[in-house]
C-alpha cells in the first residue's frame, strides 16, 4: 500500500533560519505530492504540490522537487519567520479509478522563534 | 467562494450517545472525503462520496460508522455509541468532478468530537 514518512518533530528554529522537512512516499503507482500546512486550531491548507517527476512546487517562499528517483519531497524554505510556526503534513494522492484519496505522513510541527 | 463548511465545530458527547458531523462541499464540488486526526498523529482516510453515492469507504471503522451524501443538503458522517476512542478531530474535504488525480483537495476547519 502507499505510505509517506516525514521527520518527526517539533523542529525548532530561528528566524530567518533555513528549514528543511525531510518526506519520502512509497506508492504502487505513480503519485502526485503535496504539502500541507495545519495552523492551530484550523484545518489543512494545501502549501504546493506537484504532479510529476521533477516538478518543483513552490508557493509563499517555500519548495519541494519531486524526486521519482528517491521517492522523495522534500520541503525547504530559505528564511522562515514566525508566521510559519505550524504543523506540516506531506502527503499523496493515488491516482487509481476509485479517486484521489491522500496518503498523509505524521505530520512535522515547526516552532520558529523571534 | 465560500470554501468548505463543517458544524458544529465541536461537539461534546457522553459515551453510548450519537454523534453526527456535518460537511458542505465547496460550491461547484460533487466529491467529498473524510478524514481522522487522532491526537498526535496525521490524518487518515476514513471514506469518499459523490452524490448519493459511497465510492470508497476503505478508511471506515466496520461499526457503528456510516456516511452520506444525499442529493440534496450536506454530507454527514455519523457515529453511533460513541466511545472514548472516537475522540479525535474529523476534517471534510472536497473536489470538482473532473479528471482523476489532478484535482486538489479543499478542507474544511474540522469538527473537534470530544467523547466524556
Same mark, same amino acid.
Given at each position: ?47 504546493? +504540490? ?26 525547504? +524554505? ?37 | ?16 450517545? &450519537? ?20 491526537? &498526535? ?30 442529493? &440534496? ?30 484535482? &486538489? ?12
Amino acid at each position: 500500500g502507499n505510505s509517506v514518512t516525514q521527520m518527526e518533530g517539533p523542529v525548532t528554529l530561528s528566524e530567518e533560519a533555513f528549514l528543511t522537512i525531510n518526506c519520502t512516499y512509497t506508492a504502487t503507482g505513480y503519485p502526485s505530492l503535496f504539502w500541507y500546512v495545519q495552523y492551530p486550531g484550523e484545518g489543512l491548507q494545501l502549501l504546493l +504540490k506537484a504532479t510529476k517527476a521533477d516538478d518543483k512546487g513552490s508557493n509563499k517562499g517555500f519548495e519541494a522537487t519531486y524526486r521519482k528517483e528517491t521517492t522523495s519531497f522534500h520541503l525547504e +524554505k530559505g528564511s522562515v519567520q514566525v508566521s510559519d510556526s505550524a504543523v506540516y503534513f506531506c502527503a499523496l494522492s493515488d491516482r487509481g479509478a476509485a479517486g484521489n484519496k491522500l496518503t498523509f505522513g505524521g505530520g512535522t510541527r515547526v516552532l520558529v522563534k523571534p | 467562494n465560500a470554501g468548505v463548511m463543517q458544524n458544529p465545530r465541536h461537539l461534546v458527547r457522553r459515551r453510548g450517545q &450519537e454523534a453526527r458531523l456535518r460537511c458542505s462541499p465547496m460550491k461547484g464540488h460533487s466529491h467529498v472525503y473524510w478524514y481522522r486526526q487522532l491526537p &498526535e498523529e496525521g490524518l487518515k482516510f476514513m471514506v469518499y462520496l459523490q452524490k448519493e453515492n459511497i465510492i470508497d469507504e476503505s478508511g471506515m471503522p466496520k461499526e457503528r460508522f456510516s456516511a452520506e451524501f444525499p442529493k &440534496e443538503g450536506p454530507s454527514i458522517l455519523r457515529i453511533q455509541q460513541v466511545v472514548r476512542g472516537d475522540s479525535a478531530a474529523y476534517f471534510c474535504a472536497s473536489s470538482p468532478a473532473g479528471k482523476v488525480g489532478i484535482y &486538489e483537495q479543499y478542507f474544511g476547519p474540522g469538527t473537534r468530537l470530544t467523547v466524556t
